[in-house]
């Protein structure tokens, strides 16, 4: 019987633009309502049936240790599998209650493809998944897996359009304004995160790549990256103003990324 994928979440970073916060905790613990984003990214995987994660953590990483630990009633002790501390947890609260967690300490400066080599012993499945700690959207993370299994390739990258920050301006040859649009869908497609890997993503990854500038370049020129266009709700945690504006979601009882029951 093949392996359900794991999830692979990278927690390190710095999260410098969301300063005001992450001055004390790491970015994926900021929250959303009374929850960390970390907790709404990790539900959204487990509502389609994936709860066996990898949290690859840097900066400030025993915050993320610790939430967990102190969730809820911990009835499995932890086990200290190596040098790297990383341990097992299961939790008897309904709401995480078959989630298996590894904490893999990957470096407080490692780069993104360096986080993901480091886990490399970890990672049973292939394929398994990849996100960061601080997207949400509502796509169908099950669809999302059977796109890749269809392609066929190594890698599988979710391509959105994100509102462009700033109203735009249509000219014509006299400058006279003839279309205003506040905020409009961009045009091109842009990385969304919510990928998908076989395992022989490793062999092109060296020690402490960049995923983004280095790792998917080698892909491109191996024709072993496809993109899955997706039109639907996501949104990044990149400012303290899309904390405001997700918190606010939340609020109303109308997330858009809240598939769980």
């Known amino acids: 019987m093949a392996q359900n994928p794991q999830v692979v979440i990278l927690c390190g970073g710095k999260g410098t ?38 949290l690859c953590l840097g900066y400030k990483g025993e915050a993320i240790r610790k939430f967990f630990v102190q969730y809820g009633r911990w009835r499995k002790k932890n086990f200290v599998l190596d040098s790297q501390k990383i341990r097992y947890f299961n939790n008897e609260k309904d709401d995480i209650e078959d989630w298996r967690i590894s904490f893999v ?47 066929g390739k190594i890698g599988t990258l979710t391509c959105v359009k994100p509102r462009i920050q700033f109203g735009t301006v249509d000219l014509d040859k006299a400058n006279a304004v003839v279309k205003y649009e506040e905020k409009p869908p961009s045009k091109k497609w842009v990385s969304g995160g919510f990928f998908v890997f076989d395992k022989e993503l490793f062999s092109h990854i060296n020690d402490n790549d960049i995923l983004e500038a280095e790792v998917f370049n080698r892909l491109v020129k191996k024709r072993e990256l496809v993109g899955h266009c997706f039109g639907g709700y996501w949104e990044c945690m990149d400012t303290y103003k899309d904390t405001q504006r997700l918190n606010d979601l939340w609020a109303s009882g109308h997330a858009p990324w809240k598939a769980w029951p």
């Open 105 to 151: 300490d990957t470096g407080p400066q490692t780069n993104t493809g360096g986080r993901i080599k480091k886990i490399e012993k970890y990672v049973r499945s292939s394929p398994f998944f990849v996100t960061y700690g601080d997207g949400l959207s509502d796509i169908n993370i099950a669809e999302l897996l059977k796109y890749h299994r269809r392609h």
């Open 17 to 54: 633009r969301l300063r005001e916060r992450t001055e004390e905790i790491p970015k994926p613990m900021v929250e959303i309502g009374d929850m960390p984003i970390l907790w709404h990214i990790m539900k959204l995987y487990s509502h389609y049936g994936f709860k066996d994660f990898i």
